[in-house]
């Protein structure tokens, strides 16, 4: 998309850029803030994935290129294109995740460093634990670790 209009809820990844954020409505009526880091292109074909993180931020209003700068991530994964849409968000804004010194958290996969999609080599065992594990997400995935981080259970 050249001239990009916000809100939009993306159909295709070809719609996205590195650094696109949506809003999650959360059920206590707040918001979270997911943001796109990284895709998986395979020799100037389609791409085939997209890596999002969960920023470290909550609040009643949708997210803004100001209040979610320099906020962490602190989940993240692979997640399909129609997620957005269907924990009910759009695409409301770009900055690119450098502007706040974000880089793909180190995960493991299948016993090897990983960040954001490039393999930086297997890992001793007794490493393991200082990593999350890398995980693809369901289409709802995203929504349910915002819920856990963000809303007080009763």
């Known amino acids: 998309m050249s001239d990009r209009t916000y809100p939009f809820i993306p159909t295709k990844v070809s719609e996205i850029k590195e650094g696109d954020f949506f809003y999650i409505p959360l059920s206590n009526g707040w918001f979270a803030c997911g943001r796109v880091l990284l895709f998986k292109r ?70 090897y460093l990983i960040s954001g999609f490039d393999n930086l080599g297997s890992l001793p065992t007794r490493n393991y634990k200082k990593y999350s594990y890398r995980s693809t997400y369901g289409l709802n995935v995203i929504k349910l670790l915002a819920e856990k981080h963000f809303v007080k259970k009763s």
């Open 42 to 111: 395979k020799s100037d074909r389609k791409t085939k994935s997209i890596l999002v993180g969960l920023h470290n931020w909550t609040g009643k209003d949708y997210p803004t290129k100001v209040n979610i700068h320099m906020c962490p991530i602190i989940e993240q994964g692979v997640m399909h294109i129609n997620s957005i849409s269907h924990v009910g968000g759009e695409i409301i804004g770009c900055k690119a995740p450098k502007e706040d010194g974000l880089k793909p958290l180190l995960q493991l996969e299948a016993g």
